[in-house]
């Protein structure tokens, strides 16, 4: 039914909209693309394999977000820390697709290339709810629940933090900062301690609504967000929540008007438009693709 | 088998050149293996379907693909590079979705039925598609896209069409690729749009990292080194993501240009040959 | 040398956002003149000459380049037409050696890029090579003609970029402080260079704060303060206009009193 497409689709929007966050804000804050994020992605998933045999599973949220975190700070030191002035930015976009392709080798001889089950969910996971007369898993709930209490947390940690307010600062012009006395360090690995905590979640809450982990999600689902954070403009995190949320019940709908096979060109078609022709996203300004300070 | 081998490493080549040579003017291609795909995929449709010789339908699936190329690279070649790349990786997953969509050209199950091409005709094009190389390495025109590639403002002032010049780059590339795809595919006899894929797209643009940005021979050095010694030793094969994802880190950090990083200039008043060769004095990008 | 206008700039604004940089600018640099631009810093002169060249675009006015409106044009379109400039700071093609800095302004190769790909042979054709070596040699650079430019001195890499410059054979040359950071020999030096440089440029407009050098040099003076025209005429009368000393003492008492 339609509804219970569109309710799945946000469901998926959700997901997309924390990785694409995730994404938007290192784009954002520090003007730099990193492609080691999909992979994080990844391996969110199989945090989720490893934890969930020993620890009960409110925990491997926890244990996501710390993965998540800790893999941001290792790829801002390995790929990010040497590359910093301007003409760098494609090196240190390349040595992070670097990182990613050890990772998912890594992951790959670990678990093999075939997707990895997780252990089934028990107790109020496992069960339904229904809404408007179609059955939902009490997941869906779960995973809409953490998107909005991080993405929620997020702003606020930005909006009225002194950290917060550091790293919009820095956002705004990184010269600027440093000259006030922000140490431009600490703040971009706070930004990708953060960023890559999110993708990681949002990995282990993708792996857990489709009951396993594959190690190729990184290229499929991990792409799409920055599609996504292309059409909702460059570092604009509202951009990025609303355009996940647009895209995940677009392709909902697509499979409801059995075009389902095109649904992966979506999100694509869609970016490739929106970067041509209204190159800062839909929120975006065209601040964000002026030279930075 | 070792002709096998030396054919997929021909492969590589022309692929690693194509994005050579839209790099020369700036801009960093992901879209190789759309491109690729869509020079395989229109040779196989005018020889498989309606039954063109092979060499014209070579040269026809060329030019298609260079002028799609051109067409998309027209407004995406204004971005900046990161994003470009961002452009360039998803159009490879467009077309690749699109071909599997694609019922008259077999869909996801792939396309069958190309025959005809084997180690000679591959050492063929890589010898036809160096020699134009080095002719434009040494032409005045490589002066022209050294200098949009340095310093595209300070260039279009003084009166290159740098807009130009990058879409000749792009398409050029594109042709380049295309080339390789029909190769490849007349070999395999049989392709899937899932071969083309980013990941290939990735891996051929860290050739031309790993071999060297500045002049043609690093992107052959980079193929072959990736293409041939995994297959002389195990262990690289067996992990050859991880070895390929740590030489270019190392390579970057210490050797951002790749291993080969001389320059081959394209005038000089004093005659000899051991002045052609500039190793260059700074680390830029 | 006709009668023409070669540069026409009327009523020229120019907006950043908030700021105005530019105000109601009219200017003229006719046939065969060398026009001195001062001003104290930030006064809009290298914004004038970035709109002239294309780098800018104007927010209001217009701008007229041997009869034809520029003021919209695209930076490679004005560069064909005869406009050249250097730059403030330096913007060399270092990776290129000089006699390649120099050779890739050259007209056939720069603007037909099919003829640039079979300029015959490697010396892409005498005639560009023999105007070439021509030009570093009018600027004294010839000697380092196969030395990578990143490997020159700032003087030479001063000439280098008006060497570049001239190669495009252009009918207006606009030099941006040329003679900044330069010693009172190299400063001589480059009088001297820039009087032979006229011979074969029809209008040059010329921004510097060696006052020296642009008495020494310039038919006209026209003086800018806060993105206006402050005072036009010839170099003694504009440096001796109270607005212009005020412009410049004004900045001249606060650095005294830090």
Same mark, same amino acid.
């Given at each position: 039914?339609?509804?219970?497409?569109?309710?799945?689709?946000?469901?998926?929007?959700?997901?997309?909209?924390?990785?694409?966050?995730?994404?938007?804000?290192?784009?954002?804050?520090?003007?730099?693309?990193?492609?080691?994020?999909?992979?994080?992605?990844?391996? *969110?998933?199989?945090?989720?394999?490893?934890?969930?045999?020993?620890?009960?599973?409110?925990?491997?949220?926890?244990?996501?977000?710390?993965? *998540?975190?800790?893999?941001?700070?290792?790829?801002?030191?390995? /790929?990010?820390?040497?590359?910093?002035?301007?003409?760098?930015?494609?090196?240190? /976009?390349?040595?992070?697709? /670097?990182?990613?392709?050890?990772?998912?080798?890594?992951?790959?001889?670990?678990?093999?290339?075939?997707?990895?089950?997780?252990?089934?969910?028990?107790?109020?996971?496992?069960?339904?709810?229904?809404?408007a007369g179609v059955e939902f898993p009490n997941l869906q709930i779960v995973i809409v629940g953490i998107t909005l209490g991080l993405a929620g947390g997020l702003h606020l940690f930005l909006e009225r933090s002194k950290a917060g307010r550091q790293i919009r600062a820095v956002a705004e012009s990184s010269v600027s900062a440093s000259l006030l006395g922000i140490d431009v360090r600490r703040v971009t690995q706070a930004v990708f301690l953060i960023s890559s905590a999110l993708a990681a979640e949002a990995g282990l809450l993708l792996a857990l609504r489709t009951g396993a982990a594959s190690s190729d999600i990184g290229l499929t689902f991990g792409l799409k967000a920055f599609a996504i954070m292309a059409i909702g403009g460059l570092g604009d995190l509202r951009g990025a929540a609303v355009g996940g949320v647009i895209i995940g019940i677009l392709e909902a709908l697509m499979f409801y008007f059995g075009l389902g096979r095109l649904s992966e060109l979506t999100v694509w078609a869609a970016m490739i438009l929106v970067l041509m022709y209204r190159p800062a996203g839909i929120f975006g300004s065209t601040h964000v693709l002026e030279q930075r300070a | 088998m070792i002709s096998d081998q030396l054919f997929f490493t021909g492969i590589n080549i022309l692929l690693a050149w194509s994005v050579y040579v839209s790099l020369i003017t700036g801009r960093l291609s992901f879209a190789q293996g759309a491109v690729m795909a869509i020079g395989c995929y229109s040779s196989g449709v005018l020889t498989v379907r309606f039954g063109w010789p092979r060499l014209p339908a070579c040269v026809a699936a060329a030019v298609v693909t260079a002028i799609v190329a051109a067409i998309l690279g027209y407004p995406a070649l204004r971005l900046r590079g990161v994003y470009l790349i961002l452009v360039t990786l998803g159009i490879t997953f467009c077309v690749r979705v699109t071909f599997e969509n694609v019922n008259y050209i077999g869909g996801v199950s792939g396309f069958g039925g190309m025959a005809g091409s084997d180690l000679s005709t591959v050492v063929v094009a890589v010898v036809v598609v160096g020699s134009i190389l080095l002719w434009l390495s040494l032409s005045p025109l490589q002066r022209s896209c050294d200098a949009v590639r340095e310093d595209d403002r300070v260039a279009s002032s003084l009166g290159i069409n740098v807009t130009l010049i990058r879409i000749m780059g792009f398409s050029a590339g594109a042709a380049i690729a295309a080339v390789a795809g029909v190769l490849y595919g007349h070999y395999m006899n049989f392709v899937r749009p899932e071969s083309f894929d980013v990941l290939l797209s990735i891996y051929v643009v860290l050739y031309v990292v790993l071999g060297g940005v500045n002049n043609m021979f690093g992107a052959l050095l980079g193929a072959v080194v990736m293409t041939l010694l995994p297959e002389y030793f195990r262990i690289l094969s067996e992990w050859r993501p991880t070895v390929f994802g740590l030489s270019i880190l190392i390579l970057l950090l210490f050797r951002p240009m790749g291993l080969l990083t001389f320059r081959l200039v394209t005038a000089r008043v004093r005659k000899g040959p051991m002045a052609a060769l500039k190793p260059l004095a700074d680390r830029v990008q | 040398m006709t009668d023409q206008t070669t540069l026409e700039v009327r009523n020229l604004r120019k907006d950043f956002g908030g700021l105005r940089a530019i105000e109601n600018l009219n200017l003229d640099v006719r046939d065969g003149e060398l026009v001195g631009l001062i001003?104290?810093?930030?006064?809009?002169?290298?914004?004038?000459?970035?709109?002239?060249? *294309?780098?800018?675009?104007?927010?209001?006015? $217009?701008?007229?380049?041997?009869?034809?409106?520029?003021?919209?044009?695209?930076?490679?379109?004005?560069?064909?037409?005869?406009?050249?400039?250097?730059?403030?700071?330096?913007?060399?093609?270092?990776?290129?050696?000089?006699?390649?800095?120099?050779?890739?302004?050259?007209? &056939?190769?720069?603007?037909?890029?099919?003829?640039?790909?079979?300029?015959?042979?490697?010396?892409?054709?005498? &005639?560009?090579?023999?105007?070439?070596?021509?030009?570093?040699?009018?600027?004294?650079?010839?000697?380092?003609?196969?030395?990578?430019?990143? $490997?020159? $001195?700032?003087?030479?890499?001063?000439?280098?970029?008006?060497?570049?410059?001239?190669?495009?054979?252009?009918?207006?040359?606009?030099?941006?402080? &040329?003679?900044? *950071?330069?010693?009172?020999?190299?400063?001589?030096?480059?009088?001297?260079?820039?009087?032979?440089?006229?011979?074969?440029? $029809?209008?040059?407009l010329l921004i510097e704060h060696d006052m020296d050098l642009i008495q020494q040099l310039s038919d006209r003076v026209v003086a800018m303060d806060y993105g206006r025209k402050i005072a036009e005429g010839i170099a003694s009368d504009v440096l001796r206009h109270p607005d212009v000393v005020r412009a410049y003492l004004g900045e001249d008492v606060e650095q005294v009193v830090r």
């Open positions: 039914m339609l509804t219970g497409q569109i309710v799945n689709g946000f469901v998926s929007g959700m997901m997309y909209a924390l990785v694409a966050i995730g994404f938007t804000l290192v784009v954002g804050v520090l003007d730099k693309l990193n492609f080691t994020h999909p992979e994080v992605l990844m391996f *969110g998933g199989f945090v989720g394999v490893i934890s969930l045999n020993v620890l009960p599973l409110p925990w491997a949220f926890v244990a996501a977000i710390a993965v *998540g975190g800790a893999m941001g700070l290792i790829t801002e030191f390995i /790929a990010f820390r040497r590359f910093q002035g301007s003409d760098a930015k494609i090196t240190a /976009a390349l040595a992070s697709m /670097a990182v990613g392709l050890i990772v998912t080798d890594l992951v790959q001889k670990l678990w093999g290339t075939e997707a990895v089950t997780l252990p089934p969910l028990t107790g109020w996971m496992a069960q339904r709810f229904s809404l | - | 001003g104290p810093n930030g006064a809009g002169k290298t914004a004038l000459i970035n709109m002239i060249t *294309g780098f800018y675009r104007a927010t209001a006015g $217009s701008i007229l380049f041997l009869g034809k409106d520029i003021t919209a044009a695209d930076m490679h379109e004005i560069g064909r037409l005869g406009v050249a400039r250097t730059f403030q700071n330096i913007r060399l093609f270092r990776r290129m050696t000089v006699l390649e800095n120099v050779l890739v302004a050259h007209k &056939p190769f720069a603007t037909h890029p099919i003829r640039a790909l079979f300029g015959s042979g490697f010396n892409s054709g005498r &005639p560009a090579f023999n105007e070439a070596m021509r030009l570093l040699e009018m600027l004294q650079i010839a000697d380092k003609a196969d030395q990578l430019a990143s $490997s020159l $001195s700032f003087g030479d890499a001063r000439r280098l970029e008006i060497a570049r410059a001239m190669a495009v054979r252009p009918r207006l040359l606009l030099l941006d402080e &040329p003679a900044a *950071g330069m010693n009172e020999s190299e400063t001589k030096q480059l009088v001297d260079d820039i009087r032979l440089i006229r011979n074969q440029v $029809s209008s040059i």
